[in-house]
C-alpha cells in the first residue's frame, strides 16, 4: 500500500490495480497588473469552485480509454473548461508534484483570461464546475484579507498544499508565513505552514 501524502511522481505511477488515477492542473500565467494602484499582482492562478463547495484545480480521474495519464487530465481540463484549453497541453515535464499526481502549467495572460471566458461554456460548467476563481496573491494593510484569507477556505483533498507548494515554488511566499492559519485539524497537513508574502 501506497504511503499517504506527497510521492514520486513513480511512485504514483507504480500504485498499481486497486488504485485509479486522477490528474490536476494548476494553471497560472505572469501577470503585470497593479491593484488599487499600489498591489503588483505577479501571477494569475485559477482555481475552480467545485460542486461540494470546496476549491480545487481543473482535472480528474483518468478514464482507461485514455491512453495515459496526460491524455486524461487534457480530456478533463476541456470538458471543465472548454475550448480555450485545446490552445495548450500539458505534458510530464508540467508535473511539480504527486499525490498521486499533479501539475502546474504555465500560460500566457492571454491564455489564462482565454480559459476564463470559455469556462463558462464549457461540457461541466454548472455540474461539476461552479464557476472559476483567481487567487489573490497579496495581502492586504489588515495582514487578513486577501490570500490569508483565501487559504481559510474549504479545499479538496491535497489543493491548498498544492497551492502553497507552487507559491512557493514561483518565489511568491516563503517559508513560514501561514502558520497562524485557522484551519481545522482534520484539514491541515503537515506541509501546509509553507509560505510567506514576498
Same mark, same amino acid.
Given at each position: 500500500?501506497?504511503?499517504?501524502? $506527497?510521492? *514520486?511522481?513513480?511512485?504514483?505511477? /507504480?500504485?498499481?490495480?486497486?488504485?485509479?488515477?486522477?490528474?490536476?492542473?494548476?494553471?497560472?500565467?505572469?501577470?503585470?497588473?497593479?491593484?488599487?494602484?499600489?498591489?503588483?499582482?505577479?501571477?494569475?492562478?485559477?482555481?475552480?469552485?467545485?460542486?461540494?463547495?470546496?476549491?480545487?484545480?481543473?482535472?480528474?480521474?483518468?478514464?482507461?480509454?485514455?491512453?495515459?495519464?496526460?491524455?486524461?487530465l487534457n480530456r478533463g481540463?476541456?470538458?471543465?473548461?472548454?475550448?480555450?484549453?485545446? /490552445?495548450?497541453?500539458?505534458?510530464?515535464?508540467?508535473?511539480?508534484?504527486?499525490?498521486?499526481? =499533479?501539475?502546474? $502549467?504555465?500560460?500566457?495572460?492571454?491564455?489564462?483570461?482565454?480559459?476564463?471566458?470559455?469556462?463558462?461554456?464549457? $461540457?461541466?460548467?454548472?455540474?461539476?464546475?461552479?464557476?472559476?476563481?483567481?487567487?489573490?496573491?497579496?495581502?492586504?494593510?489588515?495582514?487578513?484579507?486577501?490570500?490569508?484569507?483565501?487559504?481559510?477556505?474549504?479545499?479538496?483533498?491535497?489543493?491548498?498544499?498544492?497551492?502553497?507548494?507552487?507559491l512557493h515554488d514561483l518565489?511568491?511566499? *516563503?517559508?513560514?508565513?501561514? =502558520?497562524?492559519?485557522?484551519?481545522?485539524?482534520?484539514?491541515?497537513?503537515?506541509?501546509?505552514?509553507?509560505?510567506?508574502?514576498?
Amino acid at each position: 500500500m501506497a504511503r499517504a501524502g $506527497k510521492l *514520486e511522481l513513480a511512485e504514483a505511477l /507504480a500504485l498499481g490495480p486497486g488504485w485509479r488515477p486522477a490528474c490536476y492542473a494548476l494553471l497560472h500565467a505572469p501577470d503585470p497588473g497593479i491593484l488599487f494602484g499600489r498591489l503588483r499582482l505577479r501571477y494569475a492562478i485559477l482555481m475552480q469552485m467545485l460542486f461540494d463547495g470546496r476549491l480545487g484545480f481543473r482535472g480528474g480521474f483518468v478514464d482507461s480509454q485514455d491512453s495515459s495519464l496526460e491524455d486524461g487530465l487534457n480530456r478533463g481540463l476541456l470538458e471543465q473548461l472548454g475550448e480555450a484549453a485545446a /490552445a495548450f497541453r500539458v505534458e510530464r515535464p508540467d508535473c511539480r508534484s504527486s499525490h498521486a499526481g =499533479s501539475d502546474a $502549467k504555465s500560460l500566457t495572460l492571454e491564455q489564462l483570461s482565454a480559459v476564463e471566458s470559455s469556462a463558462t461554456g464549457a $461540457k461541466d460548467h454548472g455540474l461539476e464546475v461552479l464557476g472559476l476563481v483567481r487567487v489573490p496573491l497579496y495581502t492586504l494593510r489588515d495582514g487578513v484579507e486577501g490570500l490569508p484569507i483565501f487559504l481559510e477556505n474549504c479545499f479538496i483533498g491535497a489543493a491548498r498544499e498544492q497551492l502553497l507548494d507552487t507559491l512557493h515554488d514561483l518565489g511568491v511566499v *516563503e517559508a513560514g508565513a501561514f =502558520s497562524g492559519l485557522q484551519i481545522p485539524v482534520r484539514l491541515r497537513h503537515p506541509s501546509v505552514d509553507s509560505g510567506n508574502l514576498r
